[in-house]
């Protein structure tokens, strides 16, 4: 049997490598759109999500990590760094309490270029990240390698629907949850892992690349709007920045950007089979950590049928 994944995002690239490991033959649709993973901050924190999240995705987002270090060259496992300024203490304490898997450490020990304001900080020392864009090209290269079609024409085999939030013509109770980020650069500064910043109202995070340039994002916002930032989000992320340390003032932004993150209503993904198609969907926040665990659900249950 052929396949035809639909979408070309996290969840389809991590569904076409799961069923070629299976020795299924495939092909991927893509899209005309940009799929929102390319706007992911690339954070395998399956810890720190537990502040918001279900005990699920801490479970399964431990084996992703493992997963990511399996298929790709450039998983960074330094760990995640949470900080809060000194009058927001009590944010710390509580995203403590909602978390397992850290220890308080001073941050400046681990990240010698934070503000010296931050006093106290959370260490998940088990957690990682990449930078989703090269993430998703190295799949795609692999699969291609494994002689996987990309291209735009019509399905020609059994439809694995994995296009994210394109997906509500057909999953009504699938909503978008739009998410706001930046990317910049800068040469006077060094980050070796990513940085939660904890606030009362726009809690945000920081995200190396590499070669000088960083990943700030963080908005969660219910809204179907695919526009541009907003200025409120970006004089928000920029106040972030700029705590983190007042350096950043220099650093030159690169690209804003948006993505809308395709979620159901209890924010955990779906496998479905309806009209004759297969649909994973609804990865909200958690598309690295959650895709590759779907991907291989989906493959077992198709070789139970």
Same mark, same amino acid.
């Not at 980050?191 to 904890?198: D, G, K, T, V």
């Given at each position: ?25 495939? #092909? ?22 537990? #502040? ?61 270029? /934070?503000? $010296? ?25 692999? /699969? ?37 980020? /930046?990317?910049?650069?800068?040469? $006077? ?80 993904? &779906?496998?479905?089979?309806? &009209? ?19 991907? #291989?659900?989906?493959? &077992? ?5």
């Amino acid at each position: 049997m052929k396949w035809s994944i639909l979408g070309d995002g996290v969840t389809g690239l991590c569904v076409a490598t799961a069923l070629t490991q299976a020795g299924e033959c495939c #092909e991927v649709i893509t899209s005309n759109h940009t799929a929102a993973s390319h706007w992911a901050g690339g954070m395998l924190a399956p810890y720190c999500e537990a #502040e918001s999240a279900s005990a699920y995705v801490t479970e399964q987002g431990l084996k992703a990590i493992t997963w990511w270090q399996n298929h790709i060259q450039t998983v960074h496992r330094q760990g995640t760094l949470v900080v809060a300024p000194v009058r927001d203490t009590q944010e710390l304490h509580h995203f403590a309490h909602l978390t397992q898997g850290h220890q308080w450490v001073k941050p400046h020990t681990l990240e010698p270029d /934070l503000a $010296d304001s931050f006093e106290k900080g959370l260490f998940f020392s088990q957690e990682a990240h990449l930078n989703p864009r090269h993430a998703l090209q190295q799949l795609k290269e692999q /699969l291609k390698q494994r002689g996987v079609m990309f291209h735009h024409q019509a399905p020609s085999g059994k439809i694995v629907d994995c296009r994210g939030i394109s997906a509500t013509d057909t999953l009504s109770n699938l909503r978008a949850v739009r998410g706001e980020m /930046l990317i910049l650069h800068s040469n $006077d500064l060094e980050f070796s892992r990513p940085i939660r910043f904890l606030h009362p109202r726009f809690p945000c995070y920081l995200v190396p690349r590499g070669d000088g340039q960083f990943m700030l994002g963080a908005t969660m916002v219910e809204s179907q709007d695919t526009g541009q930032i907003t200025v409120r989000a970006l004089l928000e992320l920029l106040t972030s920045l700029y705590v983190l340390n007042p350096a950043f003032a220099e650093a030159k932004i690169l690209e804003t950007g948006t993505g809308l993150r395709p979620s159901f209503p209890n924010n955990l993904p &779906q496998i479905q089979y309806q &009209q004759g198609k297969h649909f994973i969907n609804g990865m909200y926040r958690h598309g690295f950590l959650l895709a590759p665990i779907l991907a #291989e659900q989906f493959v &077992q249950s198709i070789s139970k049928s």
